[in-house]
Nanobody, 121 residues
């Protein structure tokens, strides 16, 4: 089992910055990739950014150049630095972790409770 706890959300003006943190606990040895997703009210959850254990990253086009995902493997923590925030970035941000299972190529996904990010104009 893996438990994820997000923090760092809040209210910020357009153009401002926030840093989200996600701390993992439990069977942390099995975690491979981690990432951030977001969901606005009435909309589908969408991928924001992902990072593998080796450090390779992937970003949604809407946040590329503004957001940076990083990972501290020693602390089992993933971060999302968000700069130049826009009102359309307003959403609940969820931390995600992929845990390897015994069958080859099998993974189980875990989700945090989410942290609210609100960007005012």
């Amino acid at each position: 089992q893996v438990q994820l706890v997000e923090s760092g959300g809040g209210l910020v003006q357009a153009g401002g910055s926030l840093r989200l943190s996600c701390a993992a606990s439990g069977s942390i040895f099995s975690i491979s990739a981690m990432g951030w997703y977001r969901q606005a009210p009435g909309k589908q959850r969408e991928l924001v950014a992902t990072i593998a254990t080796g450090g390779s990253t992937n970003y949604a086009d809407s946040v590329k150049g503004r957001f940076t995902i990083s990972r501290d493997n020693a602390k089992n923590t993933v971060y999302l630095q968000m700069n130049s925030l826009k009102p359309e970035d307003t959403a609940v941000y969820y931390c995600n972790a992929a845990s390897r299972l015994s069958p080859p190529g099998a993974y189980k996904f875990y989700w945090g409770q989410g942290t609210q990010v609100t960007v005012s104009s």
